[in-house]
Every structure is written in structure tokens, then in C-alpha cells.
């Protein structure tokens, strides 16, 4: 059994309450509780003693008598907000904030940010809300596609629930090596969003214990269905930690340390778009720039490196510079030196 599983069914009772204009008889909230977490069964005593313990946490949560019988709602206090106040500014900030996130759309993260922004403009005047309209347009945010994932809507709540839940999930996985889909048995860690993407941190079942977890993309998941099997976290597993070595998000190899020479001409660029949070960069006299990375992954850096062409050097590890060394000349010898007759 999940070790949070309490915490688990009082978020659940709280999502509920508050999708519920009416509320919840105790046999209700077991019912829901029951479908929507997967659980072979649940007692009202057990459900009473969630609501009980929300409310000892200071959640306004009302018990009042109706034909149906004893009923739990949200008080006024968790229902609306008239306390809230926010500027245009606030609202500036906030709404750039909710666009950054839009690769978020189909998800119950981005139904929280909706719900918010709802709220909000529920409760404030529309003097503030002209005002924002107007500063909006002097600022746009670019970058975030318009993608939604509201076909893998069960397969992340599967996923999400695995990962509260500590269960090992039987997916079906589509990759370059299986491009069909393959079953896979896997034990859910954690979900991250990188550039417009939502990718599940886990581990292979069939994976050896050392090895990392792995990332999944959520858009190459065909299947998932959560099983009755309970996997113990991995204690060696922090999320940042994990990423701590990561230009992005990709992970392979051992890590190395590595010094790249950056042309003067492309120097100033690589200082205004930084690779990683804790790379060093020395100015030379000549203008041109030493970038020293350290405990970084080489599939992930030499893309990167590549990317400059002549601007950028790799001075070390001696194995790096002679992988891209091997890289440019493979890519050398699609263009010979005459250009091919047309066809």
C-alpha cells in the first residue's frame, strides 16, 4: 500500500468538492474516490475521516443534512475570492506566465491555471482588466507551440497517479528502435516540461538497478494502465540533482568535463544564451571566449558544439574533439567538392 495513500484520497476529495456546486454524500465521495483512483474498495468511515482531517487542516469544508442525506461542500471561503486583488502588472506578469504554459493545454495542470485565470476574472473590476488589455499588447510571448495534450488525457492521469502512488505502470512505448510500440513495465518517478514537452521520468523495470532512470516523451505513450504491483522509490533519485549535468534534458554516457574555444565573432552570443547555469566563460585576449562546462553529457554537447560550425572549437576531452572530428567529416562527404549533376 502507497505510504501517502491518505494524502493521495484528500487531494482527490478536494478536486471533487470543489467540481460540485451541491456536494457529496459520503457514499458518493467513496463512489468517485474509488473510480477515479482505481482502488478495489473504501469505506464511508474512512472518507469521514479524510473530510474530518481537511477540516482539523483549516479547509472550509460544511456538513449540512439535505433529502440525500449528510452532505460535505466547500464553504464560501474556498468557493470564491473576494479578498483578491492584483494589479495590471500582476496580471501582466501572471498571463505570461499561463502563455509560457499553453503546451500545457489538455492536462489537469493547465485545467488549475484555467481555473485560476477564471476565477480572476470573476472578481476583478474591468478598470483593471481594460488596463491589462492594454500593457498586454506591448509584450508578446513567442516560442511556446500550440500543441494539447487532451488525447493522452487518461494516460497521464494514469501516469500521475502512478507516480503518487508509487505503482509500476505496464505502457505500450513507441521509439526509434520501435517505432510499432513495445510493452514495457516501468516505475514512474517524476514529469518534466522542456520546450513545449511533457517527458515522464522513470525506470525500466528490465533495467538494472545502477542504471539512471530514463525519458519517456508523452506523446510516444500508445498505453499505459497502472498495476496492482507497488515499486519502493529509488532514495539515489532527486530531480535536480538529476539534471544537475544536463544542457537540456538528455542523458547518456558518462559525464565529462569539457573546454570549447568560441570564435570571437560568435562569443558575445554564446554569453547572451548561456548553455548551463554553471558554465565558466573566459574572455581571451584575442575576443574570442573559453566555454569550461563541466559534468556534462557528450551526445547531448557535441549537437550543441556542431551547431557554431567553424565558430566553435572543442580544446577538451581529447575523445570529444576527435567524435566531432569524425562527425564533420561524415558530413563532409555529402558535399563533394563539384556539385552533383541534376537530375
Known amino acids: 500500500m502507497a ?3 491518505q494524502t493521495i484520497r484528500q487531494h482527490r476529495i478536494l478536486q471533487i468538492l470543489e467540481a460540485s456546486r451541491y456536494g457529496r454524500t459520503l457514499a458518493e465521495l467513496r463512489d468517485e474516490i474509488v473510480e477515479g483512483l482505481g482502488l478495489d474498495s473504501l469505506s464511508e468511515r ?10 482539523a487542516a483549516g479547509f472550509d469544508i460544511d456538513s449540512h443534512a439535505d433529502e440525500r442525506g449528510p452532505v460535505w461542500k466547500l464553504g464560501p471561503r474556498m468557493q470564491r475570492l473576494p479578498e483578491l486583488a492584483a494589479s495590471a502588472t500582476e496580471l501582466l506578469a501572471l498571463s505570461m506566465g499561463r502563455d509560457l504554459l499553453t503546451p500545457l493545454n489538455g492536462t489537469p495542470f493547465w485545467q488549475g491555471i484555467e481555473s485560476l485565470w477564471q476565477k480572476m ?16 499588447q506591448t509584450l508578446l510571448v513567442r516560442g511556446s507551440l500550440v500543441k494539447s495534450y487532451a488525447e493522452k488525457k487518461g494516460i497521464l492521469s494514469v501516469l500521475n497517479r502512478a507516480i503518487a502512488q508509487h505503482r509500476v505502470v505496464e505502457t505500450i512505448y513507441r521509439s526509434a528502435t520501435h ?12 514529469l518534466v516540461l522542456y520546450r513545449n514537452s511533457l517527458y ?5 523495470v528490465e533495467d538494472p538497478r545502477d542504471q539512471p532512470p530514463r525519458h519517456w516523451k508523452l506523446e510516444r505513450f500508445d498505453a499505459a494502465d497502472v498495476t496492482d504491483e507497488y515499486f519502493t522509490p529509488r532514495e539515489d533519485f532527486d530531480p535536480e540533482a538529476h539534471f544537475a549535468g544536463c544542457l537540456g534534458l538528455f542523458r547518456a554516457g558518462e559525464p565529462v568535463d569539457a573546454e570549447i574555444r568560441i570564435a570571437a565573432d560568435a562569443a558575445r552570443w554564446v554569453e547572451e544564451n548561456p548553455w548551463h547555469p554553471r558554465q565558466e566563460a573566459k574572455r581571451r585576449p584575442d575576443g574570442s571566449l573559453l566555454l569550461v562546462l563541466r559534468g556534462v553529457h557528450p551526445p547531448e554537447l557535441l549537437p550543441r558544439v556542431l551547431a557554431l560550425g567553424a565558430a566553435a572549437e572543442i580544446e577538451s576531452p581529447p575523445e570529444l574533439r576527435a567524435a566531432a572530428a569524425a562527425e564533420l567529416r561524415a558530413a563532409l562527404a555529402r ?9
Do not use: M
Open 46 to 55: 474512512t472518507v469521514r475521516r479524510d473530510c474530518e482531517a481537511l477540516q
Open 3 to 5: 505510504r501517502n495513500e
Open 200 to 204: 515522464l521520468v522513470a525506470t525500466d
Open 335 to 343: 558535399y563533394p567538392a563539384e556539385p552533383a549533376p541534376a537530375k
Open 121 to 136: 476574472r470573476t472578481v476583478l473590476p474591468e478598470s483593471v482588466w481594460e488596463h491589462f488589455a492594454k500593457q498586454r
Open 179 to 190: 517505432p510499432e510500440g513495445k510493452r514495457r513495465r516501468i516505475e514512474p518517478l517524476s
